[in-house]
């Protein structure tokens, strides 16, 4: 059983800097960022490959959000840089089941979840 904790999330203006972190038990294949905005589905941010820390981001995100492993592959990050207003959401760090290739986006690939941490960001 895979169990993660999400921390570091808060309120900033925009155009400012978060960080968040997710502690991961267990060893899954591919870990996802995903958030989500109320009134609004969940949605992926990015995804990190555990084996080789190659990753993926949404268009929305890209050049603005950096995912990133520590050396003991148990603790991710989350970077949010230049955020905006529209990055407003509960963020949640998520785990795969089984081995991809290239980490998938599709939340349903992801079975085992944090608690979420909530971002706001004020224009």
């Known amino acids: 059983q895979v169990q993660l904790v999400e921390s570091g999330g808060g309120s900033v203006q925009a155009g400012g800097t978060l960080r968040l972190s997710c502690t991961v038990s267990g060893y899954p294949g591919c870990v996802g960022w995903f958030r989500q905005a109320p009134g609004k589905e969940r949605e992926g941010v990015g995804q990190?490959?555990?084996?080789?820390?190659?990753?993926h981001y949404a268009d929305s995100v890209k050049g603005r959000f950096t995912i990133s492993q520590d050396n003991t592959k148990k603790i991710f990050a989350l970077e949010m840089k230049n955020l905006k207003p529209e990055d407003t959401a509960m963020y949640y760090c998520?785990?795969?089941?089984?081995?991809?290739?290239?980490?998938?986006?599709?939340?349903?690939?992801?079975?085992?979840w944090g608690q979420g941490t909530q971002v706001t960001v004020s224009s």
């Open positions: 998520a785990a795969s089941q089984g081995w991809f290739l290239v980490c998938p986006s599709a939340l349903d690939k992801y079975p085992y």
């Open positions: 990190i490959r555990r084996d080789d820390g190659s990753t």
